[in-house]
């Protein structure tokens, strides 16, 4: 019997977590604010199987899953189930992970982002990816307006908010503390992220 493993993600980083059947994963914004990216890949097979935001949006006819519900592969197989919501939200489900592209629109070269931070855990798991599937973007503020719009707007997570899910497979997650800082989205300050996993 382990017990709890604790993983800072320190600001503008990743880090790729082995979690297993069964696990329970707290996913914590310690200073409030922070958006937090989550990717999920099938630990037998992460190169043909991960999270799809599409595919969960399908299956729950929902932009982000109740609770009770689950988050699920391009297979249309259940990876996680959002067991707890102690965040007042929103989550997105809509926006890729932010990139070098992005940065380099507003003038920031060589500025961390989340989809090199993803490739980064992923090489150090000895994973390779021949593209980047779009995260689920934990605590970010950009629902869809009645005008159409999806401004992002700053997160509104409290300090200490947390979202816990539950692993349905054996899975490989990559979890990044987002990197923009240049735009409202942390509140104007990129900080940390900690993820509890608890064994069952
Ligand atoms: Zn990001």
Redo the contacts with the bound molecule.
């Keep these: 019997m382990t017990g709890p493993r604790r993983v800072t993600i320190a600001p503008q980083s990743g880090q790729a977590i082995r979690v297993k059947r069964g696990d329970m994963i707290r996913i914590i914004d310690p200073k409030g604010q922070q958006?937090a990216?989550l990717w999920a890949f099938a630990l037998d097979r992460p190169k043909l199987e991960w999270l799809s935001t599409s595919q969960t949006r399908n299956a729950t006819e929902r932009l982000f899953p109740l609770v009770g519900e689950s988050f699920y592969s391009m297979k249309a197989e259940p990876m996680l189930t959002l067991i707890e919501d102690a965040s007042p939200g929103p989550h997105d489900m809509l926006y890729p992970?932010?990139d070098q592209a992005l940065y380099d629109h507003v003038g920031l070269p060589n500025h961390p982002?989340?989809q090199d931070n993803l490739i980064t855990a992923l090489a150090r798991e000895n994973i390779s990816i021949d593209f980047v599937p779009d995260p689920v973007d934990l605590f970010q503020n950009s629902l869809p307006q009645p005008n159409g719009r999806i401004d992002v707007l700053p997160s509104i997570n409290p300090p200490g908010a947390y979202v816990r899910l539950k692993a349905e497979r054996d899975i490989l997650l990559v979890i990044?503390a987002?990197?923009?800082d240049f735009h409202p989205t942390n509140g104007g300050r990129c900080t940390e992220i900690e993820v509890e996993v608890v064994p069952e």
Excluded: G, H, I, L
């Design positions: 958006v990216d992970a932010c982002n989340c990044t987002c990197a923009v």
